[in-house]
């Protein structure tokens, strides 16, 4: 068993791409969390909501919005029995509104991370890591939260060895 886990949120679908909406087979996310893998080794863990966001694009970041305001913690569909034997936690998601997704907070109060890094990375069009890892410093008290690397979503595929190369001088 390894140390090392990589957690992601992902949206396949309709997503934001370069200025225009497409649909995806696979979210931008998952593929960055699986390049980190390749490089690294480790488990994977998909975070998955109960109520699956709407398909529609502009509905989804509705609701997305709509769920920060109300700090919202959508119920999962799944969660790991125990994070005990991993050191080393990657944590990837898109950065809606500014932060992760609410089901990410959903996961993230589930468990204790003290003693734990937390190394995020972030799928954006745009905006960056937000204020996801002053975030992730409150949600996760204990932890040692890693500079995170924010990644152009349209980009993912493009940017393959750099993720790597990052994902292994993080480990």
């Known amino acids: 068993m390894s140390n090392i886990l990589?957690?992601?949120y992902s949206?396949?679908?309709q997503n934001y791409w370069a200025g225009s909406i497409r649909n995806l087979t696979k979210g931008n996310?998952?593929?960055a969390a699986e390049f980190i893998q390749k490089a690294v080794g480790g488990d994977m863990f998909e975070i998955e909501t109960v109520q699956p966001y709407a398909e529609d694009y502009t509905e989804c970041i509705s609701?997305?919005?709509a769920e920060l305001r109300s700090k919202a913690r959508p119920e999962l569909k799944k969660y790991l029995d125990s994070i005990d034997q991993y050191d080393t936690i990657?944590?990837?998601y898109p950065n809606w509104w500014g932060t992760m997704p609410m089901c990410v907070w959903s996961f993230l109060e589930h468990y204790d991370f003290s003693g734990k890094k937390i190394i995020p990375f972030c799928t954006n069009e745009g905006s960056g890591m937000g204020?996801?890892?002053r975030d992730l410093k409150k949600l996760c008290p204990g932890a040692q939260i890693a500079q995170g690397l924010?990644?152009?979503g349209n980009q993912v595929y493009e940017k393959e060895k750099q993720i790597e190369a990052w994902a292994l001088k993080n480990k």
Do not use: D
């Open 131 to 133: 204020a996801s890892e």
């Open 90 to 92: 990657f944590l990837g």
């Open 11 to 13: 949206r396949k679908g």
């Open 63 to 65: 609701q997305a919005k």
């Open 29 to 31: 996310t998952e593929a």
């Open 150 to 152: 924010p990644i152009i």
């Open 6 to 8: 990589i957690v992601y």
